[in-house]
Antibody, heavy 120, light 107 residues
Framework: EVRLVESGAGLVQPGGSLRLSCAAS????????MHWVRQAPGKGLVWVSR????????TYADSVKGRFTTSRDNAKNTLYLQMNNLRAEDTAIYYC?????????????WGQGTLVTVSS | DIQMTQSPSSLSASVGDRVTITCRAS??????LNWYQQKPGKAPNLLIY???SLQSGVPSRFSGSGSGTDFTLTISSLQPEDFATYYC?????????FGPGTKVDIK
């Protein structure tokens, strides 16, 4: 069974930092590109970032570029999202998601999400 | 960035109804359009990828069509478990933007 489990939720002050983790199991993690998607409370889905299967390439939404860093440890089957200089508008549930191997990006497995709250 | 719009933003329907949701991209995206279903408090679930390919395990009452800039998700006969919010997403170019969602609730 494919499983993605996020952790690292928390309350952080504006300007602070937080690192989210996403533990993967049930599939060959190192073969898949991975994504982060976020959802502010009561709002829609927003794509955040993508990382290549070997970790050699990352792409970010403009709203997080320069502040967030996506990385992975394929030996540990874990995806990370390092979030720095956090803002109130970063408050959201953060989901990690797997990119399907179909040739066209689609997110075929999702974690349960982890809540990040940025507030003083 | 490619902007995605959906219509309607919400709809009320009855079990057994045929439901159609439309998604429009601000520029050409070929067939790189996905549909997700999200229920309250849950993660999204992939329904349709590449405009019309049904994700494994998804009931055949869900179908997708379109190309270029205009796309449609159809539920042929709405079931109780289909009451949820539906999002389209373009995967033609990063950032992989989502539509604002269409909430389907019970009439």
């Amino acid at each position: 069974e494919v499983r993605l489990v996020e952790s690292g939720a928390g309350l952080v002050q504006p300007g602070g930092s937080l690192r989210l983790s996403c533990a993967a199991s049930g599939f060959t993690f190192s073969s898949y590109w991975m994504h982060w998607v976020r959802q502010a409370p009561g709002k829609g889905l927003v794509w955040v970032s993508r990382i290549k299967s070997d970790g050699s390439s990352t792409t970010y939404a403009d709203s997080v570029k320069g502040r967030f860093t996506t990385s992975r440890d394929n030996a540990k089957n874990t995806l990370y999202l390092q979030m720095n200089n956090l803002r109130a508008e970063d408050t959201a549930i953060y989901y990690c998601a797997r990119d399907s191997i179909t040739g066209a990006t689609s997110l075929d497995a999702w974690g349960q999400g982890t809540l990040v709250t940025v507030s003083s | 960035d490619i902007q995605m719009t959906q219509s309607p933003s919400s709809l009320s329907a009855s079990v057994g109804d045929r439901v159609t949701i439309t998604c429009r991209a601000s520029q050409y995206i070929s067939i790189y359009l996905n549909w997700y279903q999200q229920k309250p408090g849950k993660a999204p679930n992939l329904l349709i990828y590449a405009t019309s390919s049904l994700q494994s395990g998804v009931p055949s009452r869900f179908s997708g069509s379109g190309s270029g800039t205009d796309f449609t998700l159809t539920i042929s006969s709405l079931q109780p478990e289909d009451f949820a919010t539906y999002y389209c997403q373009q995967s033609y170019h990063t950032p992989f933007t989502f539509g604002p969602g269409t909430k389907v609730d019970i009439k």
